[in-house]
């Protein structure tokens, strides 16, 4: 899954991103297409991508997925399944949150409310990949390789980072409404990756990521709500 090296400003591949003439001196390289320097954020702190990445700077996102993340600095994928599982994790801690002022906790068996929420959230994800694989063949009319595949399911996990934001829920008691807007984030998020990783037009990736999205909240819905009746049915 090695990729390319592309400059941020324009997305054209450069060579190389700098010169190293000893450690801590670096000189960083100009692309030949845009003359613009081709990663300024590799002199960057960590939180100024981060703020880049939350304001769905283009440029932020092709530093990550194509300069930050290559086969040179780390094992892509074992981090492809670390992703996996955090990406489910996050989901089944949403799916608590959503499920915490429906639910009472203390007339329910914790080990069955936990197997309904694990089977919600890996339906759910399933119609997800599903459908964003058919809207993205669909809206972006492309036809992928496995390792293609690979890349932008990559980059759709990294650009839902979002969903930590979740973390803060219990803590400044903020309403249940603000995990539909981190959804709505997550979206536009996936959407900003999604036109990196495929060179799309900003309308058709966000079309896909929409129907995407949309089924897979369709099908939290129905698997949620048929979670609470047979719960209920228990109590």
Not at 34 to 59: Q, R
């Amino acid at each position: 899954m090695a990729r390319e090296k592309k400059c941020v400003e324009c997305g054209h591949k450069v060579k190389s991103l700098f010169i190293q003439y000893s450690p801590g001196n670096f000189r960083l390289m100009k692309c030949e297409n845009c003359k613009e320097v081709a990663d300024e954020y590799i002199e960057c702190e960590l939180m100024i991508i981060f703020i880049d990445l939350i304001l769905h700077k283009t440029k932020a996102y092709r530093h990550l997925l194509y300069n930050g993340v290559t086969q040179e600095t780390l094992n892509v994928q074992h981090l492809l399944w670390k992703l996996v599982l955090a990406y489910l994790l996050l989901d089944t801690y949403r799916s608590l949150l959503l499920r915490r002022t429906n639910v009472d906790d203390s007339s329910v068996s914790m080990c069955l409310a936990s197997l309904e929420i694990l089977v919600n959230v890996l339906s759910t994800n399933f119609a997800f990949v599903l459908s964003f694989a058919l809207a993205a063949k669909i809206m972006l009319v492309m036809s992928v390789d496995a390792s293609r595949r690979k890349e932008i399911l990559l980059g759709i996990l990294i650009s839902s980072y979002v969903k930590i934001f979740l973390f803060a829920m219990p803590v400044w008691d903020i309403p249940v409404s603000v995990i539909f807007i981190v959804d709505m984030l997550v979206l536009t998020s996936n959407a900003v990756a999604l036109k990196v990783m495929t060179d799309s037009t900003t309308s058709r990736c966000l079309a896909a990521c929409f129907m995407a999205h949309s089924i897979r909240f369709l099908a939290d819905q129905i698997s949620g709500s048929r979670s609470l009746k047979h719960l209920g049915s228990v109590m």
